[in-house]
Protein backbone atom coordinates (compact mmCIF):
# COMPACT_ATOMS: atom_id res chain seq x y z
CA UNK A 1 0.00 0.00 0.00
CA UNK A 2 1.83 3.52 -1.35
CA UNK A 3 0.75 6.96 -0.62
CA UNK A 4 1.86 10.21 0.19
CA UNK A 5 3.43 11.36 3.57
CA UNK A 6 2.05 14.44 4.51
CA UNK A 7 4.10 17.53 4.87
CA UNK A 8 4.27 19.02 8.19
CA UNK A 9 2.12 22.50 8.23
CA UNK A 10 4.44 25.26 9.66
CA UNK A 11 2.74 27.73 11.57
CA UNK A 12 4.05 31.05 12.40
CA UNK A 13 3.17 32.10 15.97
CA UNK A 14 0.75 35.56 15.87
CA UNK A 15 2.47 38.46 16.85
CA UNK A 16 0.47 39.56 19.77
CA UNK A 17 -1.04 43.19 18.98
CA UNK A 18 0.65 46.08 20.65
CA UNK A 19 -0.55 48.39 22.46
CA UNK A 20 0.41 52.21 21.97
CA UNK A 21 2.24 54.18 24.64
CA UNK A 22 -0.32 56.75 26.35
CA UNK A 23 0.84 60.18 25.25
CA UNK A 24 2.55 61.83 28.32
CA UNK A 25 0.07 64.42 28.06
CA UNK A 26 -3.25 63.54 28.02
CA UNK A 27 -5.99 65.42 27.04
CA UNK A 28 -9.95 64.32 27.14
CA UNK A 29 -13.31 66.94 27.01
CA UNK A 30 -15.67 66.29 29.78
CA UNK A 31 -18.41 68.74 28.82
CA UNK A 32 -16.87 71.91 27.41
CA UNK A 33 -13.80 71.56 30.14
CA UNK A 34 -10.65 70.32 28.44
CA UNK A 35 -9.01 67.63 31.05
CA UNK A 36 -5.21 68.04 30.72
CA UNK A 37 -3.30 65.07 32.37
CA UNK A 38 0.84 64.50 32.89
CA UNK A 39 1.05 61.15 32.22
CA UNK A 40 4.96 60.08 33.35
CA UNK A 41 3.84 58.74 36.81
CA UNK A 42 7.36 56.15 37.13
CA UNK A 43 8.52 60.03 36.52
CA UNK A 44 6.82 61.47 39.28
CA UNK A 45 5.47 63.75 36.00
CA UNK A 46 8.53 65.89 35.66
CA UNK A 47 9.18 67.73 32.66
CA UNK A 48 11.01 66.60 30.14
CA UNK A 49 10.74 67.89 26.68
CA UNK A 50 8.15 65.94 25.44
CA UNK A 51 5.44 66.97 28.51
CA UNK A 52 6.36 70.41 27.65
CA UNK A 53 5.27 70.27 24.17
CA UNK A 54 1.82 68.24 24.90
CA UNK A 55 1.17 71.01 27.53
CA UNK A 56 1.69 73.48 25.19
CA UNK A 57 -0.26 71.60 22.53
CA UNK A 58 -2.98 71.21 24.74
CA UNK A 59 -3.43 74.81 25.46
CA UNK A 60 -3.12 75.99 22.24
CA UNK A 61 -6.29 73.25 21.88
CA UNK A 62 -8.09 75.03 24.78
CA UNK A 63 -7.59 78.33 23.37
CA UNK A 64 -8.51 77.66 19.60
CA UNK A 65 -11.72 75.47 20.46
CA UNK A 66 -14.65 77.46 20.87
CA UNK A 67 -16.30 74.45 22.32
CA UNK A 68 -14.07 74.32 25.47
CA UNK A 69 -14.49 76.79 27.91
CA UNK A 70 -12.30 76.15 30.83
CA UNK A 71 -9.10 73.46 31.23
CA UNK A 72 -8.37 71.85 34.29
CA UNK A 73 -4.55 70.69 34.68
CA UNK A 74 -3.78 67.52 36.52
CA UNK A 75 -1.40 64.63 36.50
CA UNK A 76 -1.17 60.96 36.67
CA UNK A 77 -1.64 58.28 39.41
CA UNK A 78 -1.90 60.77 42.45
CA UNK A 79 1.29 62.90 41.73
CA UNK A 80 0.74 66.18 40.36
CA UNK A 81 3.99 67.02 38.82
CA UNK A 82 7.76 66.85 40.49
CA UNK A 83 9.07 69.80 38.81
CA UNK A 84 11.70 69.38 35.79
CA UNK A 85 13.47 66.36 34.90
CA UNK A 86 16.84 66.86 35.92
CA UNK A 87 18.24 64.09 33.99
CA UNK A 88 16.13 64.94 30.61
CA UNK A 89 18.14 68.62 31.11
CA UNK A 90 21.14 67.07 31.69
CA UNK A 91 20.90 65.07 28.44
CA UNK A 92 20.00 68.75 26.54
CA UNK A 93 16.63 68.86 26.41
CA UNK A 94 14.73 71.60 26.43
CA UNK A 95 11.60 72.11 28.84
CA UNK A 96 11.26 75.92 27.77
CA UNK A 97 8.63 76.34 25.00
CA UNK A 98 9.67 79.44 22.88
CA UNK A 99 6.54 82.82 23.99
CA UNK A 100 5.09 80.18 26.40
CA UNK A 101 8.14 79.37 29.20
CA UNK A 102 8.79 76.50 31.15
CA UNK A 103 6.72 73.53 30.42
CA UNK A 104 4.99 75.19 27.92
CA UNK A 105 2.67 76.96 30.29
CA UNK A 106 4.71 79.33 32.54
CA UNK A 107 4.63 82.53 30.37
CA UNK A 108 1.74 81.52 28.19
CA UNK A 109 -0.77 84.18 27.98
CA UNK A 110 -4.14 82.50 28.06
CA UNK A 111 -7.69 83.85 27.82
CA UNK A 112 -9.85 80.69 29.15
CA UNK A 113 -9.14 79.90 32.66
CA UNK A 114 -7.42 77.34 33.74
CA UNK A 115 -7.49 75.28 37.51
CA UNK A 116 -4.88 73.00 38.79
CA UNK A 117 -6.11 69.91 40.13
CA UNK A 118 -3.23 68.89 42.72
CA UNK A 119 -2.64 65.31 44.66
CA UNK A 120 0.52 64.39 46.03
CA UNK A 121 3.47 66.12 45.13
CA UNK A 122 3.47 69.65 43.22
CA UNK A 123 7.69 70.64 43.44
CA UNK A 124 10.09 72.68 41.78
CA UNK A 125 8.50 73.31 38.47
CA UNK A 126 5.29 71.51 39.44
CA UNK A 127 4.40 74.20 41.95
CA UNK A 128 5.13 76.81 39.12
CA UNK A 129 2.87 75.30 37.51
CA UNK A 130 0.04 75.36 39.76
CA UNK A 131 1.05 79.35 39.79
CA UNK A 132 0.42 79.84 36.29
CA UNK A 133 -3.40 77.88 36.95
CA UNK A 134 -6.10 80.67 38.04
CA UNK A 135 -7.65 78.17 40.42
CA UNK A 136 -5.79 75.54 42.50
CA UNK A 137 -8.05 72.39 44.11
CA UNK A 138 -5.51 70.84 45.78
CA UNK A 139 -6.24 67.41 48.03
CA UNK A 140 -5.49 66.51 51.40
CA UNK A 141 -2.16 65.00 51.16
CA UNK A 142 -0.75 67.60 48.43
CA UNK A 143 2.62 69.21 49.14
CA UNK A 144 4.16 72.37 47.37
CA UNK A 145 7.62 73.04 47.69
CA UNK A 146 10.05 75.50 45.58
CA UNK A 147 13.48 73.83 46.58
CA UNK A 148 15.91 75.09 43.87
CA UNK A 149 17.90 77.22 46.25
CA UNK A 150 18.61 73.57 47.94
CA UNK A 151 20.34 72.96 44.55
CA UNK A 152 21.67 76.01 43.47
CA UNK A 153 18.97 77.52 41.46
CA UNK A 154 15.80 79.51 41.90
CA UNK A 155 12.27 78.96 40.88
CA UNK A 156 12.75 80.58 37.31
CA UNK A 157 9.59 78.91 36.01
CA UNK A 158 7.61 81.87 37.39
CA UNK A 159 8.02 80.35 41.50
CA UNK A 160 10.01 84.17 41.89
CA UNK A 161 7.81 85.88 39.77
CA UNK A 162 4.43 84.93 41.30
CA UNK A 163 4.73 83.87 44.79
CA UNK A 164 5.37 87.36 46.18
CA UNK A 165 2.18 88.12 44.02
CA UNK A 166 -0.24 86.01 45.28
CA UNK A 167 1.07 85.30 49.17
CA UNK A 168 2.26 88.31 51.60
CA UNK A 169 6.20 89.07 50.81
CA UNK A 170 7.23 87.92 54.05
CA UNK A 171 6.08 84.65 53.78
CA UNK A 172 6.83 84.32 50.33
CA UNK A 173 10.87 85.06 50.76
CA UNK A 174 10.21 81.97 53.60
CA UNK A 175 9.26 79.53 51.50
CA UNK A 176 11.92 80.38 48.40
CA UNK A 177 14.55 81.02 50.49
CA UNK A 178 14.44 78.00 52.78
CA UNK A 179 12.61 75.76 50.04
CA UNK A 180 10.67 74.36 52.49
CA UNK A 181 7.35 71.94 51.60
CA UNK A 182 4.12 72.74 52.65
CA UNK A 183 0.95 70.90 53.39
CA UNK A 184 -2.24 71.62 51.16
CA UNK A 185 -3.70 72.96 54.19
CA UNK A 186 -0.57 75.52 54.98
CA UNK A 187 -1.22 76.05 51.60
CA UNK A 188 -4.84 76.98 51.43
CA UNK A 189 -4.21 79.16 54.97
CA UNK A 190 -1.81 80.96 52.37
CA UNK A 191 -4.71 81.84 50.00
CA UNK A 192 -2.55 79.37 47.60
CA UNK A 193 -5.60 77.00 47.52
CA UNK A 194 -8.86 77.39 46.63
CA UNK A 195 -10.51 74.35 47.84
CA UNK A 196 -9.36 71.52 49.58
CA UNK A 197 -10.65 67.90 49.46
CA UNK A 198 -10.21 64.41 50.45
CA UNK A 199 -7.14 62.43 48.81
CA UNK A 200 -8.47 61.19 45.54
CA UNK A 201 -11.20 64.18 44.85
CA UNK A 202 -9.26 66.76 43.44
CA UNK A 203 -9.79 66.06 39.98
CA UNK A 204 -13.82 65.81 40.07
CA UNK A 205 -13.89 69.00 42.77
CA UNK A 206 -11.85 70.85 40.25
CA UNK A 207 -14.56 69.81 37.78
CA UNK A 208 -17.19 70.82 39.59
CA UNK A 209 -15.53 74.39 39.77
CA UNK A 210 -15.14 74.19 35.68
CA UNK A 211 -18.67 73.46 35.07
CA UNK A 212 -19.80 76.58 37.80
CA UNK A 213 -17.72 78.59 36.03
CA UNK A 214 -18.51 76.90 32.19
CA UNK A 215 -21.74 78.33 32.61
CA UNK A 216 -20.71 81.76 32.15
CA UNK A 217 -20.42 83.89 29.05
CA UNK A 218 -16.83 83.01 27.39
CA UNK A 219 -16.52 86.26 26.45
CA UNK A 220 -16.86 87.79 30.37
CA UNK A 221 -14.90 84.98 31.13
CA UNK A 222 -11.85 86.01 29.01
CA UNK A 223 -12.14 89.91 29.67
CA UNK A 224 -12.25 89.27 33.39
CA UNK A 225 -8.58 87.56 33.14
CA UNK A 226 -7.57 90.64 30.84
CA UNK A 227 -7.97 93.15 33.38
CA UNK A 228 -6.89 91.05 36.37
CA UNK A 229 -3.93 90.57 34.30
CA UNK A 230 -3.75 93.97 33.14
CA UNK A 231 -4.50 95.63 36.02
CA UNK A 232 -1.24 93.93 38.17
CA UNK A 233 0.86 95.78 38.40
CA UNK A 234 -0.27 98.95 36.93
CA UNK A 235 -1.71 102.90 38.21
CA UNK A 236 -5.18 102.24 38.78
CA UNK A 237 -5.99 104.96 36.33
CA UNK A 238 -4.46 102.93 33.64
CA UNK A 239 -6.50 100.02 34.75
CA UNK A 240 -9.75 101.70 34.56
CA UNK A 241 -9.59 103.01 31.55
CA UNK A 242 -8.52 99.53 30.29
CA UNK A 243 -11.54 98.09 32.59
CA UNK A 244 -13.25 100.60 30.66
CA UNK A 245 -12.66 99.00 26.92
CA UNK A 246 -13.41 96.03 28.44
CA UNK A 247 -16.77 96.75 29.69
CA UNK A 248 -17.63 98.53 26.48
CA UNK A 249 -16.95 95.54 24.74
CA UNK A 250 -19.19 93.54 26.44
CA UNK A 251 -21.42 96.41 25.99
CA UNK A 252 -22.19 95.60 22.15
CA UNK A 253 -21.37 91.74 22.61
CA UNK A 254 -24.36 89.42 21.31
CA UNK A 255 -23.69 87.52 24.87
CA UNK A 256 -24.58 90.55 26.79
CA UNK A 257 -27.87 90.77 24.88
CA UNK A 258 -28.38 87.36 25.30
CA UNK A 259 -27.51 87.55 29.53
CA UNK A 260 -30.09 89.74 30.04
CA UNK A 261 -32.68 88.43 27.98
CA UNK A 262 -32.33 84.78 29.76
CA UNK A 263 -32.59 86.66 33.06
CA UNK A 264 -35.43 88.30 32.22
CA UNK A 265 -37.19 85.24 30.46
CA UNK A 266 -36.02 82.95 33.66
CA UNK A 267 -33.87 80.48 31.61
CA UNK A 268 -30.73 79.74 31.40
CA UNK A 269 -28.79 81.65 28.76
CA UNK A 270 -27.17 80.41 25.53
CA UNK A 271 -24.06 81.47 24.94
CA UNK A 272 -22.68 82.16 21.02
CA UNK A 273 -19.29 83.84 22.26
CA UNK A 274 -20.00 86.75 20.13
Known amino acids: MSGSIP ?16 PVVGTRDVGGVLVITINRPRARNAVNAEVAQG ?33 AAARGEQVNIPGKGFAGLA ?22 LALACDLVVAAEGARFALPE ?18 IPYHLAMELLLTGRTVTAE ?61 VGALLRSADFTEGVRAFSEKRAPEWSGR
Do not use: C, H, W
Open 7 to 22: TPTTRTPETPATTPAA
Open 186 to 246: RARELGLVNRLTPDGEALSAALELAEEIAANAPLALAAVKRTVQLADGVPESEAFTEQAAE
Open 55 to 87: IAAAVDRLESDPGLRVGVLTGADGTFSAGMDLK
Open 149 to 166: VKRGLIAGGGGVVRLPRR
Open 107 to 128: EARTAKPLIAAVEGYALGGGFE
